[in-house]
């Protein structure tokens, strides 16, 4: 295979070109690549020549650094220019011998050029304009930010946002859509200038959503759930008095390597004819260098929702805190280390819950439970507890594990205290209750457990084991003998006393005193 070079700079090269070798000594003006063969392998320039930025410019928008390199050298390099030619896509910058040395015996390799389409003509007359050169910076920046950008769906946002400021200094539109897919519904982003009403932009948005379907026909998708207006602007109602509509519209998709369409930009103008061929082509020029990075930043913010998707369902059954460890898990196949560990556990209960269950419809009784767990797990996990498990009505939450309280019975105090207040705000509208009307028992202890992720490699859970458990059990059941809702041991008592005085009540068999908070004995707490 031929070694292909272009040289620009004032000396003459030191080698001729052979059966090996091309050199083409490039001195400006226009020129194009008619075939793959024509595409050098390596770009050499002296960096004093200023033809030098006008080439990296050209080249740089058409080939990525992988197909065609630019390497430099130079002595009296005019202020700002190395910095400019980094900028604009230039590799490396070396002394003149040695990289004229490498360059004549740097190994060819074979490229895949299937994806240009030839000829691919240059013309570097008009590249050399201040605006060329700037477009060709800003540009080289955002393929920079977009691959450099971490998952994360606020900075994705800023990411689009930059990338319609470069499309907006080209053609100036008054409506700008970006529409893609993402886990079967479609994501938008709008840009609209504040000539635009309402209706305007629904009607504009219809046209969008029909050419978006029109690349996506194979997809099951709904319309946009949620739309993002950048910059802020939702005041469409607002009514100027020379209102006018979107006269111009343009769809043009944007495509990655392989010809698949990544998503839909929709661009509106209130002018007639507005998007000629010329103004195509300048948004092209934008578009097309950045299908490649606008890619690999979709992929990523479609990964992002996906993991938050998972994570939201996820966290429904196991403590959030514990989720990294379980991933940890599952990718070394091992199991989270048990270990012994002191908590409190928190165990709570409808009382007369069968009376309710066998006066109400099924439908109203899911719908009771899901209110009163709504209410109650607010108030847990608002005082640092975690959900442990349901088990029917009941309710086992643990406080200090995965998360680290300073002072875990006082914690579990401030969750039983908000539950008891909360039961006035779950909604019992034409629920048929028992005599004594809805309540809960709460029972508190705190001792040592074994904590942990417990089961089978196939079905596991992060759970507590231990007398704990089954004494704050026992708390509970016996809540109904006493004033109140909320029973707690001796060894709640020790750690939240201080902060909520307590009254004993009595001893359980096992001689585990039994504790009710003052505020509880009264007779408007029974």
């Known amino acids: 295979m031929t070694h292909r070079i272009f040289y620009i700079g004032k000396d003459r090269p030191p080698f001729e070109s052979d059966e090996n070798r091309t050199l083409v000594h490039f001195r400006g003006g226009d020129f194009s690549f008619d075939s793959p063969d024509d595409v050098p392998h390596l770009v050499l320039a002296d960096m004093d020549d200023p033809l030098c930025l006008d080439l990296v410019a050209a080249l740089r928008e058409e080939f990525p650094a992988d197909i065609l390199p630019f ?26 011998e040695g990289l004229w040395r490498e360059a004549a015996g740097r190994k060819v390799e074979k490229r895949d050029l299937t994806v240009f389409d030839f000829p691919i003509k240059f013309s570097l007359g008009e590249r050399a304009t201040v605006e060329r050169l700037i477009r060709s910076l800003q540009l080289n920046r955002l393929k920079k930010d977009l691959a450099e950008i971490p998952q994360s769906t606020s900075l994705f946002e800023k990411a689009i946002g930059d990338f319609f400021r470069m499309l907006e200094e080209i053609c100036h539109p008054h409506l700008l859509v970006l529409l893609f897919s993402s886990h079967l519904n ?40 949620e739309t993002i207006f950048l910059d802020g602007r939702t005041d469409f109602d607002k009514i ?57 930043i979709l992929q990523n913010h479609q990964t992002v929702l996906r993991q938050q998707k998972i994570f939201q369902i996820f966290s429904r059954f196991v403590p959030p805190d514990i989720i ?26 409808i009382r007369s819950f069968t009376t309710i269950t066998e006066s109400n419809g099924a439908q109203q009784v899911v719908e009771f439970l899901n209110h009163h767990f709504d209410a109650m797990v607010g108030a847990i996990e608002g005082a640092g507890g975690s959900i442990d498990k349901f088990i029917g009505d009941a309710i086992v939450a643990f406080f200090g594990v995965p998360q680290a309280l300073e002072n875990t019975g006082r914690q579990a105090m401030i969750a039983a205290m908000e539950m008891v207040r909360n039961l006035t705000k779950v909604d019992t509208e034409g629920l048929i209750l028992p005599e004594a009307g809805y309540s809960i028992g709460v029972g508190l202890h705190r001792g040592e457990a074994i904590v942990g992720n417990i089961g089978s490699l196939d079905k596991s859970d992060y759970t507590a084991i231990g007398d704990v458990i ?41 001689g585990v005193a039994m504790y009710i908070p003052l505020w509880e004995d009264t007779e408007e707490a029974m």
């Open 240 to 296: 100027s008095m020379d209102r006018q509509k979107i006269s111009s519209y343009l769809c043009l998709p944007l495509e990655n390597h392989k010809g698949e369409v990544l998503a839909t930009f929709h661009f509106g103008h209130l002018s007639n004819h507005y998007f000629n061929r010329l103004m195509i082509s300048r948004i092209r020029e934008i578009l097309d260098p950045l299908a490649v990075p606008f890619a690999k």
């Open 470 to 510: 089954g004494i704050a059990e026992e708390l509970e059941a016996l809540t109904k003998g006493f004033p109140g809702h909320i029973l707690a041991s001796h060894t709640v008592f020790e750690s939240a006393g201080g902060d909520f005085p307590m009254k004993k009540v009595d001893q359980m068999e096992n």
């Open 71 to 96: 390497w430099s050298y130079g002595e009296n390099i005019p202020f700002g220019r190395e910095n400019l030619f980094f900028a604009l896509g230039g590799d490396r910058k070396g002394d003149k």
């Open 186 to 225: 479609v994501e938008a982003y709008v840009k609209p200038s504040n000539q635009l009403h309402r209706e305007d932009y629904d009607d504009f948005r219809s046209f969008c959503l029909s050419d978006f379907f029109g690349y996506f026909k194979g997809l099951d998708l709904e319309n946009p759930k």
């Open 324 to 349: 990294p460890q379980l991933v940890e898990q599952e990718k070394s196949k091992t199991s989270v280390k048990p270990a012994k560990q002191e908590i409190t556990v928190l165990f709570c209960d």
